[in-house]
T-cell receptor, first 116, second 110 residues
């Protein structure tokens, strides 16, 4: 597809379970980003990938959160032992290049995560 | 205090009016300034992307950046009901991550 693709679009799970969220960036985009958007709020940065390395993980809220990326393609964000405060929309973005470049970031439609 | 402040609204205007949105920020390292539009249950869509102070126009949209005042604006002329959405300002320093305002909800009434 032409845009950033995220799956699943919705996920409901019980507190304490692990979840995996997937992001397919725009083809050719080497930089990939994860953000979190709580209800009625702006986006919070979580992690940035350049290729398959993550030079900036400063936004990950706890060690329950981790992410990986294979090559310059798919990324997965994993949340272990989910808590109710993890309920949010998780958004993925990609850009042609990252770091100090001026390339704009393009977003997917997100995964809406609800923890019961 | 948040790095980027944005009035949450809602901002209600009649169709055809000019919509005026703004954000203030505190970090003088921000160099790149963006406006995104977000419809309900959708991801943010990039509207405008500017670097440095000044104006940029694209169709009905005009973005203004005043670095000396740490203030950015977005104007939407001839507003349409389809412009009803949440508008997010975002900023970037030399690094990689975007810092967002909280978003302003806009409602354009027919």
């Amino acid at each position: 597809g032409a845009g950033v693709s995220q799956s699943p679009s919705n996920k409901v799970t019980e507190k304490g379970k692990d979840v995996e969220l997937r992001c397919d960036p725009i083809s050719g985009h080497t930089a990939l980003y994860w953000y979190r958007q709580r209800l009625g709020q702006g986006l919070e940065f979580l992690i940035y990938f350049q290729g398959n390395s993550a030079p900036d993980k400063s936004g990950l809220p706890s060690d329950r959160f981790s992410a990986e990326r294979t090559g310059e393609s798919v990324s997965t964000l994993t949340i272990q032992r989910t808590q109710q405060e993890d309920s949010a929309v998780y958004l993925c973005a990609s850009s042609l290049m990252g770091d100090s470049s001026a390339q704009p970031q393009h977003f997917g439609d997100g995964t809406r995560l609800s923890i019961l | 205090q948040k790095e980027v402040e944005q009035d949450p609204g809602p901002l209600s205007v009649p169709e055809g009016a000019i919509v005026s949105l703004n954000c203030t920020y505190s970090n003088s390292a921000f160099q790149y300034f963006m406006w995104y539009r977000q419809y309900s249950r959708k991801g943010p869509e990039l509207l405008m992307y500017t670097y440095s102070s000044g104006n940029k126009e694209d169709g009905r949209f005009t973005a203004q950046v005043d670095k000396s005042s740490k203030y950015i604006s977005l104007f939407i002329r001839d507003s349409q009901p389809s412009d009803s959405a949440t508008y997010l300002c975002a900023m970037k320093a030399a690094g990689n991550k975007l810092t967002f305002g909280g978003g302003t909800r806009v409602l354009v009434k027919p």
